[in-house]
């Protein structure tokens, strides 16, 4: 019935998969790929330079924007927050990747007998601290800039969930949108809307805490907020796989 | 209207109305690429036919 | 390229019922059930408004099923289902909030406002919309059936959020019909008797048009592959 070949090579044949048995323990595997950005960013310091600079002007444009006064600013400041941790961390995700298929050093990560898996945790831990480290920038920067306390524990694990959840999804996204023609523009379109359950938890619970709510009104939004991140988890997990399985 | 349908009878028929709209857009969409698609369909096999009889 | 005269005389006589069904749906909607008590006829939206959703849930769910069979069978008549699907889920999503808004103008005071369970659909509509145009940006054909399919299923994520939002934190005034109520909705109201014979009737007849124009639109891809395919051929011909 259909109208092509039904004769199309299938998934993964097994014997393949058995000769890419990992030989190095998992986690170590993981540990290295993280570091290998990681230094490689302490030596050149391209990615989180441009990312924290972007990170500043974009508060000063919103602080310039927004005009607001003292209250204003305490109800804003979550949502200037997480836009600019979202926008910064898009910047950073998409230079992360595409940098690594230009030099063609993804095709050598994809060579090496190691559990796929590891590569995309390995990926997304280094994409993890660098998102990490622009908020916490950001909230020392809203802290001074705004006049409001940001150093509040409980923010400080919104702040956890919330980015690991981007970087989950940023990571299985931007792996696909480097081969996408006008790659830059496909990143923030595909990730945008799928990010989005992690973004509004996220808001919604930094508000609830900046304006010391009652526990009923920020613990909901946290706990959506650790489903959707296991979610994705476990998606990005199984997907990984078949986006870079060439 | 509204005696037939109860108040805001206008708002319902601007909701149905525009469903209708996109319903039928979607079925139109369909139905015209299909009615292209078998047209290109005949061209093409007008060409092959063309092309057998000169040989 | 032919289809078993069995298939499509059962995709006919479907297509017909669909047709017959949705007459008698927009009739009962309209006519036969009475308005309601404090809504009047701006609750008559609700019928198509809730059907419409069940179609672009049928639609999104049929993505997902699509990108795992898929990513396991590598057959592409599955990346044509997951194609399909999409396009005519973002009809019936579009049916949805645009329905939705014309109710919400006299019951609300508004068109549209930044609730949570409207803001999410509109994210799940972008997600989808997102899916088109990544199909567009990939060239090589094997890959864009596999990242469309990858990205079918990520997707859904907005679909499961815009359903469990109104349950997780329950301060959306959007009324809930089903399940347990918020706090305090706007515009909530009790379906019963005549109302939810109604409601069912338009759930199924959605559900089964959006069963009937998928399957058309799968036919549609399926042609214009074959088209191709079949130019390719005449081509080689020509410059032998």
Excluded: C
């Excluded at chain 1, 097994?14 to 190095?24: F, I, K, L």
């Excluded at chain 1, 950073?92 to 060579?111: F, V």
């Amino acid at each position: 019935m259909s109208a092509e070949p039904k004769a199309e090579p299938r998934a993964v044949p097994r014997a393949r998969r058995a000769a890419r048995r990992p030989v190095t323990p998992y986690l170590r595997v993981v540990g290295a790929i993280a570091w290998k950005d990681l230094r490689a960013e302490i030596r050149s310091r391209e990615l989180i330079n441009s990312m924290v600079l972007f990170t500043l002007m974009t508060v000063l444009i919103f602080s310039l924007a927004l005009e607001l006064d003292k209250e204003a600013r305490q109800t804003t400041v979550a949502g200037v927050l997480w836009v600019t941790v979202i926008f910064a961390g898009i910047l950073g995700l998409g230079r992360s990747l595409a940098a690594e298929k230009d030099r063609g050093s993804l095709d050598a990560l994809l060579l090496a007998p190691i559990d796929r898996s590891a590569l995309f945790f390995g990926k997304m831990l280094g994409n993890l601290l660098f998102v990490l480290v622009v908020a916490l920038v950001l909230v020392a920067l809203l802290t001074v800039l705004f006049n409001v306390s940001l150093f509040e524990p409980r923010l400080l694990v919104v702040l956890g969930l919330g980015t690991l959840g981007f970087s989950t999804v940023g990571t299985l996204l931007s792996s696909m949108s480097v081969h996408a023609r006008a790659r830059e523009a496909m990143l923030p379109i595909l990730l945008m809307p799928v990010v989005l359950p992690v973004l509004i938890s996220a808001v919604r619970a930094s508000t609830a805490i900046l304006e010391q709510m009652p526990r009923a009104d920020w613990l909901p939004w946290i706990q959506l907020l650790a489903v959707a991140d296991v979610m994705f988890l476990v998606g990005a997990y199984v997907l990984f796989d078949y986006v870079v399985e060439e | 209207m509204d005696e037939i349908f109860g108040k805001y009878a206008e708002y319902m028929a601007l909701g149905y109305s525009a469903m209708a709209v996109i319903l039928g857009g979607m079925a139109a969409w369909v139905y015209l690429r299909y009615r292209q698609a078998r047209r290109e369909m005949a061209r093409v096999e007008h060409m092959a036919q063309e092309l057998r009889s000169e040989r | 390229m032919s289809y078993s005269a069995q298939r499509t005389g059962l995709l006919k006589g479907l297509t017909a019922l669909a047709a017959v069904l949705f007459a008698v749906a927009i009739y009962l909607d309209l006519f036969w059930v009475g308005p309601e008590a404090t809504q009047g006829a701006a609750q008559r939206v609700f019928y198509v408004h809730l059907g419409a959703f069940l179609g672009a849930f049928i639609a999104f769910s049929a993505v997902v099923v699509a990108g795992i069979a898929y990513l396991r069978t590598r057959n592409p008549k599955w990346d044509t289902l997951g194609l399909a699907s999409v396009e005519m889920g973002l009809g019936f999503s579009l049916i949805t909030i645009i329905t939705g808004m014309t109710w919400a103008r006299p019951i609300w005071n508004t068109w549209w406002t930044w609730d949570p369970r409207l803001t999410s659909v509109a994210i799940m509509w972008l997600a989808y919309a997102a899916y088109v145009m990544l199909r567009t940006g990939i060239e090589d054909p094997e890959r864009r059936r596999r990242f469309a399919a990858v990205y079918g299923i990520i997707a859904f994520a907005s679909v499961i959020f815009t359903i469990v939002i109104v349950r997780v934190r329950p301060d959306t005034i959007h009324p809930v019909v089903a399940g347990p109520t918020q706090a305090d909705p706007t515009g909530g109201f009790e379906v019963a008797g005549d109302m939810k014979t109604t409601l069912f009737f338009n759930m199924i007849t959605f559900a089964l048009i959006t069963l009937v124009l998928v399957w058309h639109r799968i036919r549609l891809e399926n042609l214009v592959h074959y088209i191709e395919r079949r130019k390719m051929e005449v081509l080689a011909e020509l410059s032998r």
